[in-house]
């Protein structure tokens, strides 16, 4: 079983950084991969990224590719995403997602979901 936890949202002024984390507190199945999706007020989610189980290969959507980094620290059952150069339109819920089985596409087949963490970028 996987059980996510998200954390380190907060308020941050537009050209500033952020770290998100992702907390897999389950010990019984691991992830596949683990993915970050956002919410902005009014809009449907959307992918941000994902990594795969080792941790050697990641995927960005467009929007954030060469600001977000994410990275798995598997130790500490911990999924990071390194938010750099934020923009107010980087405002969002953002949520960690994972699965267990490969689903052919880091953009959905995710069946565990975190509660998600709020991101504010001010101008």
């Known amino acids: 079983q996987v059980r996510l936890a998200e954390s380190g949202g907060g308020l941050v002024q537009a050209g500033g950084s952020l770290r998100l984390s992702c907390v897999d507190s389950?010990?019984?199945?691991?992830?596949?991969?683990t993915g970050w999706f956002r919410r902005a007020p009014g809009k449907e989610r959307e992918f941000v990224a994902a990594i795969n189980w080792s941790g050697t290969d990641t995927d960005y959507a467009n929007s954030v590719r060469g600001r977000f980094s994410i990275s798995r620290d598997t130790a500490k059952n911990t999924v990071y995403l390194q938010m750099a150069s934020l923009e107010p339109e980087d405002t969002a819920v953002y949520y960690c997602a994972a699965k267990t089985v490969f689903s052919g596409s880091y953009y959905q087949g995710y069946a565990y979901w975190g509660q998600g963490t709020q991101v504010t970028v001010s101008s």
């Open positions: 389950g010990r019984v199945v691991r992830p596949y991969t």
